[in-house]
Nanobody
Framework: QVQLVESGGGLVQAGGSLRLSCAAS????????MGWFRQGAGKEREFVGA????????LYAASVKGRFTISRDNAKNTVYLQMNSLKPEDTAVYYC???????????????WGQGTQVTVSS
């Protein structure tokens, strides 16, 4: 089992920044891909970005590319999502997920955090 705990969400004005954290514990050696997804009110869950635990390679959704950056601290078993130039349409619950490889498909992730709310006001 892998446990994931997100933190760092909150309320921010449009154009502002937030950094989300996802701390992993448990059998983390079984996971190679860490993903971020989000789900806005009344919307389906969508892919935001992902990172390879060991190599650091990243993948981003087109809607956030150039504004969001994913990084990881292997020593702390923590993955970060730096969000800049936030827009009201970025408002959502953000989830981190762990799986066997980097993917933009939620079904490829085995473990999920509880989510953290990000609200961007206009």
């Amino acid at each position: 089992q892998v446990q994931l705990v997100e933190s760092g969400g909150g309320l921010v004005q449009a154009g502002g920044s937030l950094r989300l954290s996802c701390a992993a514990s448990g059998r983390t050696f079984t996971t190679y891909g860490m993903g971020w997804f989000r789900q806005g009110a009344g919307k389906e869950r969508e892919f935001v970005g992902a990172i390879n635990w060991s190599r650091g390679g990243t993948l981003y959704a087109a809607s956030v590319k150039g504004r969001f950056t994913i990084s990881r601290d292997n020593a702390k078993n923590t993955v970060y999502l730096q969000m800049n130039s936030l827009k009201p349409e970025d408002t959502a619950v953000y989830y981190c997920a762990a799986g066997g490889f980097v993917s933009d498909y939620s079904g490829n992730y085995d473990y999920w955090g509880q989510g953290t709310q990000v609200t961007v006001s206009s």
